[in-house]
């Protein structure tokens, strides 16, 4: 059943953090419900929508900035009494504004995550979980990697576990402060929530959605994990924000509510155990909490939404009827905004002028106006690409990016900004010089980013928003040297595997800032133990990389050669400069290099039939202007030709891909025969010609074939 989604908005506040916004439950089934919101500046807000106007229950004076906001109160009564975390407080609050709990929890860190069980409060920092039972600490746990989220589910003892949504794409269940088992899940767990009890999957259930846009629900038992189901993300939308459950379409099966980083909210319903989507509305920017229930009206169904610039609205089922009087009342109010309107004008001139005196004056003091930016630098694994995101509360004029390492810069669809590029000499470590200029009223801007493995620096962004004085802000972005590698937890152990071993006098914590320094996903802190494994593959190629290292040692497996020879090349550089002399040891596997050609062989041969077709393209189209009758074409052509649109975007997106791939093999050939202290630089152009008239055969003999009688020359590599 589709429904359809109507924006009403509420209020402006400033901006807002993940989980920030929830819906009170009311006792009666006959009231609307009431939304509480908290911000950065520390304001806490319960109010309520009654025929469009907007009820303020409470407001808290400003504090500390709110990073959470949960529901809670005693067992078996009405979850209505509000919780905040700020800083490592916690605050308590009835639904009528009294505070009645202040906490101050003693961690070291910001408290991020929380969940309130009867007089049991559990808290997450970065990476550290407590509990306090009547708030005295009772356990903790500290987790192996950053912690995202956090979630309570109820044993079959009545008793809460809290479940850990960490950056190392895994679901850790605990119990006591001691860790019963680990789910892992597809990608980096952004956010979760339980799903309705009124699903079809009984109690228990999880619902995550990750940074790369999955969405996935997942039964947390006893003896372990049951993955219901995982919705990927083939059209390669943003990530998950926020999910939710409540019965949207009034047929007694909770449907998902699902928040992405672009501004989406989906619904969806679960048919044959898999979720199919009845709903989608963008409200064009980033969403940190999703809420459904019963806002605007008893009858009908909302989802209320607040947003990264401190937009709070809603997404409403009620439908649109419209009486005489309330044509009256809607003409009332059209008039009252219009006046409102008028005189926040006057107040703006009267204010810019105000503010022109006093900048001309002797006196004036410049001061520099400060803006949050909420930005995110993420691994898109189904091409490959970095989405880059920037957004702030106020519009932004432009946006500079600058990159030291060679990158390439891809269209998004939803991005409107015009870009222009800038000369940028290589000579200068200026790979790349690109201005995007806004439209009116953009807080948020989109790019995508193609990096190059074994090129590695820094990509900063100059955001200048669109307000006086003029003033700038800088982010940087670090691009690693095997940039296009994220974490996994299985890995092929049959594939032909080349090893690099590395042995000299250094401590797990230098080796683990070398690792973390070359590869993405690595937690800022070593895990426990004495020895540690690390599992990646590439997102480009899904090739597989073994990292185990300990004090004084550290051994890398791949079947990539070329991955091996980054490593080796960055990481003693980085010993190098720490004056820790190493020892180097290597096995390399002959057949590996034919596993590789092979892995890049449909890849290769996909980019190549694409260029031939877009080379076509225009000649067909000549040649159908000039006849009438095109019957004549090939069955090849007139496909061509019928998907011709298509086609060309299809190239648009991917203009250099071809070009990684040659990179890639050429890499490879290279890599082959500097592990045998051979140089082979002379025979590239040989192999670009082997690769202008691709066979997979002929490429595959001169890889086995090529010789050159020139020892290599370490010292001027």
């Known amino acids: 059943m589709e429904i359809f989604l109507r924006r009403v908005d509420h209020i402006t506040m400033r901006s807002t953090s993940a989980r920030s916004l929830r819906v009170l439950p009311s006792s009666d089934k006959n009231v609307a419900q009431k939304i509480v919101v908290g911000d950065h500046d520390g304001t806490l807000i319960c109010f309520g929508v009654k025929k469009g106007d907007i009820n303020i229950d409470f407001k808290t004076l400003p504090g500390t900035r709110i990073e959470r906001v949960e529901l809670g109160g005693a067992l078996g009564s009405i979850q209505d009494k509000i919780f905040t975390a700020s800083g490592c407080e916690v605050k308590g609050f009835s639904k009528k504004g009294k505070q009645f709990l202040i906490f101050d929890t003693n961690m070291s860190d910001t408290i991020h995550s929380m969940f309130v069980w009867g007089t049991n409060l559990h808290v997450a920092s970065t990476s550290v979980y407590n509990k306090y039972e009547n708030c005295v600490d009772a356990c903790y746990f500290h987790a192996p990697d950053k912690i995202n989220d956090m979630v309570g589910i109820q044993n079959s003892e009545n008793v809460m576990c809290p479940v850990l949504g960490c950056q190392d794409r895994v679901l850790r269940v605990l119990d006591k402060g001691e860790m019963l088992y680990e789910a892992e899940v597809p990608g980096c767990p952004s956010t979760m929530a339980l799903y309705d009890v009124r699903g079809p999957f009984g109690p228990n259930n999880l619902l995550y959605g990750t940074e790369d846009g999955v969405l996935g629900l997942c039964t947390i038992q006893a003896e372990g994990p049951c993955h219901r189901w995982e919705a990927s993300n083939p059209d390669n939308s943003c990530g998950i924000t926020s999910v939710d459950s409540y019965d949207m379409d009034q047929d007694g099966v909770s449907n998902i509510v699902v928040a992405r980083d672009d501004g989406n909210v989906e619904v969806y319903s679960i048919a044959d155990s898999s979720p199919v989507m009845i709903a989608s509305s963008n409200v064009s920017e980033t969403i940190t909490s999703v809420g459904a229930g019963?806002?605007?009206?008893?009858?009908?169904?909302?989802?209320?939404?607040?947003?990264?610039?401190?937009?709070?609205?809603?997404?409403?089922?009620?439908?649109?009827?419209?009486?005489?009087?309330?044509?009256?009342?809607?003409?009332?109010?059209?008039?009252?905004?219009?006046?409102?309107?008028?005189?926040?004008?006057?107040?703006?001139?009267?204010?810019?002028?105000?503010?022109?005196?006093?900048?001309?004056?002797?006196?004036?003091?410049?001061?520099?106006?400060?803006?949050?930016?909420?930005?995110?630098?993420?691994?898109?694994?189904?091409?490959?690409?970095?989405?880059?995101?920037?957004?702030?509360?106020?519009?932004?004029?432009?946006?500079?990016?600058?990159?030291?390492?060679?990158?390439?810069?891809?269209?998004?669809?939803?991005?409107?900004?015009?870009?222009?590029?800038?000369?940028?000499?290589?000579?200068?470590?200026?790979?790349?010089?690109?201005?995007?200029?806004?439209?009116?009223?953009?807080?948020?801007?989109?790019?995508?980013?193609?990096?190059?493995?074994?090129?590695?620096?820094?990509?900063?962004?100059?955001?200048?928003?669109?307000?006086?004085?003029?003033?700038?802000?800088?982010?940087?972005?670090?691009?690693?040297?095997?940039?296009?590698?994220?974490?996994?937890?299985?890995?092929?152990?049959?594939?032909?595997?080349?090893?690099?071993?590395?042995?000299?006098?250094?401590?797990?914590?230098?080796?683990?800032?070398?690792?973390?320094?070359?590869?993405?996903?690595?937690?800022?802190?070593?895990p426990p133990g004495e020895t540690v494994t690390l599992l990646f593959q590439s997102t480009l190629l899904e090739t597989q990389l073994v990292c185990t290292y300990a004090q004084n040692t550290i051994n890398f497996r791949s079947d990539n050669i070329s991955t091996i020879s980054i490593l080796k090349e960055v990481i003693t550089k980085l010993a190098t400069t720490r004056k820790i002399q190493l020892s180097i040891n290597y096995t390399l596997e002959e057949s590996s290099v034919t596993h590789m050609l092979k892995l890049i062989h449909p890849k290769l041969e996909y980019q190549l039939n694409l260029a031939k077709k877009v080379q076509l393209i225009d000649a067909l189209r000549e040649v159908a202007l000039h006849e009438k009758d095109t019957e004549f074409m090939s069955a090849e052509y007139k496909e061509i030709m019928k998907n011709a649109e298509e086609i060309q975007a299809e190239h648009r997106l991917q203009p250099c891909h071809l070009e990684r791939l040659y990179g890639m093999i050429t890499d490879l050939f290279i890599d082959k025969f500097k592990f045998k202290g051979m140089n082979v630089k002379a025979k590239v152009p040989q192999l670009l010609q082997i690769l202008d008239g691709y066979d997979i055969t002929k490429l595959l003999d001169f890889f086995d074939n090529a010789q050159q009688p020139v020892q290599y020359d370490r010292d001027r590599e």
């Open 294 to 526: 019963k806002i605007s009206s008893p009858e009908h169904a909302d989802i209320a939404i607040a947003t990264y610039p401190g937009h709070v609205m809603s997404l409403t089922t009620e439908p649109v009827s419209v009486s005489n009087s309330q044509t009256n009342v809607v003409k009332t109010k059209i008039e009252e905004l219009k006046k409102e309107i008028e005189a926040l004008k006057m107040e703006v001139l009267h204010e810019r002028e105000k503010y022109q005196k006093s900048a001309n004056s002797e006196n004036a003091v410049s001061a520099v106006v400060k803006f949050d930016i909420k930005d995110k630098f993420v691994l898109s694994p189904t091409d490959a690409t970095y989405l880059l995101s920037l957004e702030i509360q106020s519009p932004i004029e432009n946006v500079l990016l600058q990159c030291d390492v060679p990158v390439d810069l891809m269209d998004v669809d939803r991005n409107s900004a015009v870009v222009s590029h800038s000369a940028a000499d290589p000579k200068d470590k200026n790979y790349l010089l690109a201005t995007y200029r806004c439209q009116a009223n953009t807080t948020r801007l989109d790019v995508k980013v193609r990096t190059i493995e074994g090129q590695y620096g820094t990509l900063q962004a100059y955001i200048t928003p669109r307000i006086q004085p003029k003033t700038c802000q800088v982010k940087g972005y670090l691009i690693k040297p095997l940039s296009l590698h994220r974490r996994t937890h299985v890995i092929d152990e049959k594939r032909p595997m080349n090893e690099l071993k590395l042995t000299g006098y250094f401590s797990l914590g230098e080796v683990h800032s070398w690792v973390s320094y070359c590869i993405p996903d690595v937690p800022e802190k070593a």
